[in-house]
C-alpha cells in the first residue's frame, strides 16, 4: 500500500481526480446497459492513464523549475525513476484504446502526443497562448474516450464548447495564481503576456462562450440556463478575477471554487441534455 500510495504522489492523483468522470460525457442511458457501462468504465480507464502520464510527465520536465515539493515530487530527493511508470502508462493507454471505437482512438492519441508537445519538445507550456490553447484541447478531449460506438452523441459538441470554454477560465485563474513560479522559471503563460485586463476580457467572453453552448442543450429551459450561468461565468468570476487577481493566494483559491461550481453546471447541463433526449 505504501508504493501504491507513493506512485500516486508521482502522478499527483489528488490534482487530476476530478477530471475522471469526464469521459461519462457520452455516456448514453437510453442504449443496452451492459454496452454502456462497459464503454464508460473503458474511458475512465483510459483517462487515468492519459491524466496519469501527462501530469508524470509534466512533473519531470519541470523538476529543475518547480520550488514547491508539494507541486512537483521529483524536487524531493530519492523521488525515484519515472520511465518505467511512463513506459506502462502509454502502453496501457494505447491498448485500451485499441479496443476502442475510432473517435476514443484518436482522442487517446491526440491526448498523447499533446501531454509530450506541452511539457517537452517544443515545450508548448513556455509558448504563450499555445500553452493554454494546447491544455484546453487536451481535456476536451478526454470526453471522447469513453464513446460508446463509431458514431458521436448528437449535440455532444455544445457540451465539448461548453466544458473547453469553463477549462480556459479555470486555466487562466490558474496562471494567475502561478505566475510568480512561472516567471522564476522562465515560463510566458497567457496571463505573462497579454496582463490581466485582456486576460479578463478572454475569461468574460470564455463565460459568456459556455452559457450559449450550455443552452443549446437545455431545451425548454435554455433562458433560464443562459441567464444562470452567464451570471456566474460570465460575470462574477471575471470580476473577482479583476478585482483581486492579482494576488496570488486568492486566485489559487479562486481556482478552486471555480472548478467546483464548473464541475456542478456541467452535471447540470448532462443531465438536463441527455435525460431529455
Known amino acids: ?30 442504449a443496452p446497459r451492459g454496452a454502456a457501462v462497459l464503454a464508460a468504465v473503458r474511458g475512465v480507464a483510459i ?17 529543475r523549475t518547480d520550488r514547491d515539493a508539494r507541486k512537483n515530487p521529483f524536487i524531493a530527493p530519492g523521488a525515484g525513476e519515472y520511465q518505467y511508470s511512463l513506459t506502462v502508462l502509454i502502453a496501457a493507454s494505447l491498448l485500451l484504446a485499441g479496443l476502442s471505437p475510432w473517435p476514443a482512438r484518436l482522442a487517446t492519441l491526440a491526448c498523447l502526443v499533446l501531454g509530450y508537445l506541452y511539457s517537452m519538445g517544443p515545450r508548448l507550456k513556455s509558448i504563450p497562448i499555445a500553452s493554454t490553447l494546447a491544455n484546453v484541447c487536451g481535456f476536451t478531449a478526454l470526453l471522447l474516450v469513453g464513446v460508446q460506438g463509431s458514431s458521436l452523441p448528437p449535440l455532444v459538441g455544445y457540451l465539448a464548447l461548453s466544458f473547453a470554454a469553463l477549462l480556459l477560465q479555470n486555466q ?9 513560479e ?6 510566458r503563460t497567457t496571463w505573462l503576456t497579454l496582463g490581466p485586463s485582456w486576460t479578463t476580457v478572454i475569461v468574460t467572453l470564455s463565460g459568456c462562450g459556455a452559457a450559449l453552448a450550455g443552452s443549446s442543450l437545455a431545451g425548454a429551459r435554455s433562458v433560464t440556463v443562459l441567464a444562470l450561468v452567464g451570471a456566474i461565468f460570465g460575470v462574477v468570476f471575471p470580476f473577482l478575477l ?21 464541475a456542478a453546471c456541467g452535471a447540470g447541463l448532462f443531465t438536463a441534455w441527455r435525460w431529455s433526449t
Open 1 to 30: 500500500m505504501r508504493g501504491i500510495r507513493a506512485w500516486f504522489g508521482r502522478v499527483r492523483l489528488p490534482r487530476w481526480l476530478h477530471f475522471l468522470p469526464l469521459p461519462l460525457a457520452t455516456f448514453d442511458p437510453h
Open 47 to 63: 483517462a487515468f492513464t492519459i491524466l496519469a502520464y501527462g501530469y508524470l510527465l509534466n512533473s519531470v520536465a519541470d523538476r
Open 172 to 180: 487562466l485563474i490558474h496562471e494567475a495564481a502561478d505566475r510568480h
Open 182 to 187: 512561472d516567471q522564476a522559471g522562465g515560463v
Open 242 to 262: 479583476v478585482s483581486r487577481g492579482a494576488e496570488a493566494n486568492y486566485a489559487a483559491r479562486l481556482r478552486i471554487v471555480h472548478r467546483w461550481c464548473s
